[in-house]
């Protein structure tokens, strides 16, 4: 295994200050590291035979908008959602922005872009058209969907300890333990229902981490946003239960829009789970999502995701595109905001999720493992941006390569002015299996008070001949080998996840190496 | 008559184009010290390689059969569950993969190969501190990343406590001496020879005789560009030690050429 490691030293951008604006500069490469790896491994030829397990369609009937996107379809989701003038306004607002504006193209990926004019904005299971009253009243195939995908909706809940609010296409179908986390004053709804029944919430702290004119992507998912968590923690509460959310994209030619926010008050705190799956399809389906986290003052907010939609074929055709804006903003002094990720799904992923660390004593961490197999492409990363006295900010992304994928990490750190005695550890490493495959690394550091601290590791390693000779020669199979090479390379990102989650990130891990190695 | 432990017959082995073996030729009964010495280059760790299936070496000719079976039919995990030990000259590290875990799955990997049971956590802890205390290692070793942080002679004291642990029946050393200071080398010395037995056999390659001082041999033999040139008893070893490698080379002279 070779391993190189470079440390660098603190320079700074030439970027915008804008800390809302998009997500990451659109020039200026700061440190590129390609790795297209030349030795031959006649070890690791990829076969890629495994399929994807969750690829199953429901059949269900559908109400769904016509294809395209204008005013009209707008109105007409909001209309559906019997909206109040406001947030019809507030989506007007942002679709005729997102008119004015151009799909970004400054990251390190190769795709079509989605042609707009064909994709389903709204579709929702017709069984729900009236919402259901109770879990009882869901449309069993739609159960039967979540069963399939192991979500422990019904009383399986009580047992798995696990609050969920599953999102199918675009509506939510049914909370679990809501009447349980009402009983401490925890809301957690779709976020539909919050519009109504919390409107004053909503109208708070929406679209005030991610505003509407954020980025291309936020921008339409503000206007076109179908549906999504809401999750409030009042103060003082520790959430006595994670929570869960699944999405899924069933019907054909839909994009989900989902939007999240998490609102945590003073000493609150909340762990949430994010899963994610959809049915295999020629065509790319676009997801482009929004999250939002707010967390006051000793606040506490964990957001963990495994991300597994449908990555496309061995030949890379279809598969999801995930282009997803999630930020947090640790408003209050001493919260703490930690998104953990584990990406091994889609087709492309265009994901930072980041960190604004305006309190003083805040802390944004960011661990994230992301495995692209076949023609996959990521390029994620973090921003962390530090506003107040003594933040501190740690990312650890794991990058995993194989066959044709690529795996770009881009990551921002800023150090305002303000951020006396700030400090970030960033360590970011990549794994290549064969020789087809790319790592690539973007770090953005830029620092503005000399009282800040900012140290960046980076590595990228192969999985050897070598390792897999020890490992072999102890005894263990090639393929468990691997697995244990690459489960011992996440692990300091596995670690952060809830127990369950992790042992799903594990197996899912597996799944997608599986045959990797012929 | 005994069947060997290991019967090596006109071994070529080559890699990338280049043949390193050139006909080896040699056998190990059950219970026997083979000591494999030669300069660098004479194709002493390409032979352990090749013996324990590193699929960066092709066989072009030749055979090793390893207690009756046709040791170059099999992977090389199944080498491994068959009963071959190899003992790194450089043991490999392996980030995040705690010791104890990598050995639990190797322990369980052979026994599930030779129709045993899994070992469950207590019983292989309790396998693993016996073991441990045979080889006089610090069982908290186990407890950090396979190789990782380990000093040289740490992880050579790790081989060897790995081959008490997964109780092979033929054990190669390959230049495990090399870089120990005269105490640890003692120790692992004490190690292998602890694992002696009548089923068992070693084929302890190095560079120096000094390790054979503590690890006495049953035979020596001398690899020379891929061939064995020489063989003899331990006294071998000291006429090596004397006169050096040079003296056997095909001229016979003492001039280097």
């Known amino acids: 295994m070779s391993t190189q490691k470079n440390n660098l030293d603190v320079r700074k951008t030439t970027i915008d200050d804008q800390i809302t604006s998009m997500p990451m ?97 709204y579709s929702a299971p017709k069984s729900l058209e009236d919402g259901p009253k109770s879990l009882d009243e869901v449309d069993p195939a739609l159960l039967e969907t979540y069963e399939k995908l192991g979500i422990p909706l019904h009383e399986r809940a009580a047992l798995a300890g696990v609050a969920v609010d599953a999102v199918f296409d675009s509506v939510s179908v049914g909370t679990t333990f809501k009447d349980k986390l009402e009983e401490v004053g925890i809301i957690f709804c779709p976020i539909s229902e919050a519009v109504h029944e919390h409107p004053e919430l909503v109208k708070k702290y929406l679209g005030t981490i991610v505003p509407y004119s954020d980025n291309y992507y936020a921008t339409l998912n503000s206007a076109v946003f179908t549906d999504g968590s809401f999750v409030y923690i009042p103060k003082g509460v520790k959430c006595p239960m994670d929570l869960s959310t699944y999405f899924r994209i069933n019907a054909k030619s839909t994009g989900q829009f989902e939007r999240t926010l998490i609102i945590a008050e003073e000493g609150a705190s909340v762990s949430y789970l994010e899963g994610c799956t959809a049915p295999m399809r020629d065509e790319n389906q676009l997801h482009a999502a929004v999250v939002e986290l707010i ?180 005894g263990i199979s090639t393929e468990d080998s691997i697995n244990m090479i690459v489960n011992g390379f996440c692990k300091e990102v596995f670690r952060e996840l809830p127990m369950e989650f992790a042992v799903e990130a594990r197996r899912l891990l597996e799944v997608s190496l599986e045959s990797s190695v012929g | 008559m005994t069947t060997p432990l290991l019967e090596i017959k006109n071994l070529h082995a080559s890699v990338e184009g280049t043949e390193i073996l050139k006909g080896v030729n040699l056998t190990v009964l059950p219970g026997e010290v083979h000591s494999i010495m030669g300069p660098n280059g004479s194709g002493k760790s390409t032979l352990s390689s090749v013996i324990a299936g590193h699929e960066a070496y092709d066989v072009t000719e030749g055979s090793i059969m390893f207690n009756g079976i046709d040791l170059l039919e099999l992977e090389a995990d199944q080498r491994a569950c068959a009963g071959v030990f190899l003992a790194f000259q450089y043991p490999i590290e392996i980030p995040g993969v705690s010791t104890k875990f990598f050995l639990k799955a190797a322990v369980n990997a052979i026994r599930k190969y030779r129709g045993q049971d899994e070992l469950d956590a207590m019983d292989f802890l309790d396998l693993v501190e016996e073991k441990a205390k045979s080889v006089n290692l610090n069982i908290e070793l186990l407890d950090r990343n ?84 020489k063989s003899g008893d331990k006294s071998l070893a000291l006429v090596l030690e004397e006169k050096g490698y040079a003296a056997f080379k095909p001229c016979g002279c003492s001039c280097g050429c």
């Open chain 1, 25 to 121: 500069p659109s020039s200026g490469t700061l440190l590129s590291s390609s790795n297209p790896v030349e030795e031959d491994t006649a070890l690791l030829k990829e076969t890629f035979k495994e399929k994807y397990k969750w690829g199953f369609v429901t059949d269900i009937e559908a109400d769904s908008a016509p294809p395209g996107l204008d005013e009209s379809t707008i109105a007409f989701i909001s209309a559906k959602k019997k909206e109040p003038q406001w947030l019809l306004e507030w989506r007007l607002k942002a679709y005729r922005h997102w008119l004015t504006m151009e799909e970004p193209d400054w990251a390190h990926l190769k795709y079509n872009k989605p042609n707009y004019d064909e994709i389903i904005f």
């Open chain 1, 295 to 474: 967390a006051l003052d000793d606040a506490d907010i964990k957001y963990s995701t495994v991300q597994n939609w449908y990555p496309g074929d061995e030949n890379g055709v279809g598969g999801i595109y995930n282009f997803v804006t999630k930020r947090g903003k640790c408003q209050g002094d001493r919260s703490r905001i930690t998104w953990t990720q584990v990406e091994t799904g889609s087709a492309v992923t265009w994901k930072y999720p980041s960190c604004i660390l305006l309190g003083d004593d805040s802390v944004g961490e960011f661990y994230s493992v992301a495995l692209t197999n076949n023609y996959q492409q990521a390029d994620t990363g973090t921003k962390m941006i530090h506003i107040g006295k003594n933040t501190r900010s740690t990312i650890i992304s794991k990058g995993i390569s194989a066959g044709f994928g690529q795996n770009i990490y881009r990551g921002l750190v800023k150090i305002m002015k303000s951020a006396e005695h700030a400090r970030n550890y960033t360590q970011c490493d990549s794994m290549l299996m064969g020789d087809r495959c790319g790592a690539h690394t973007f770090p953005y550091i830029e620092i503005k008070n000399k009282t800040a601290k900012a140290e960046h590791e980076a590595s990228t390693s192969k999985i050897g001949e070598d390792q897999l000779f020890y490992c072999n020669s102890r």
């Open chain 2, 146 to 229: 396979v190789n990782q942080g380990f000093s040289g002679g740490e992880k050579k004291r790790a081989e060897v406590f790995q081959m008490a642990l997964l109780d092979p029946l033929l054990g190669v050393l390959d230049e495990t001496d090399s870089g120990l200071d005269i105490d640890a080398l003692k120790i692992v010395a004490e190690g292998v020879n602890k694992l002696r037995s009548p089923e068992r056999g070693f084929v302890v390659i190095t560079h120096y005789q000094r390790l054979l001082d503590y690890i006495i041999p049953d035979f020596v033999h001398v690899l020379m560009d891929g061939q064995i040139v």
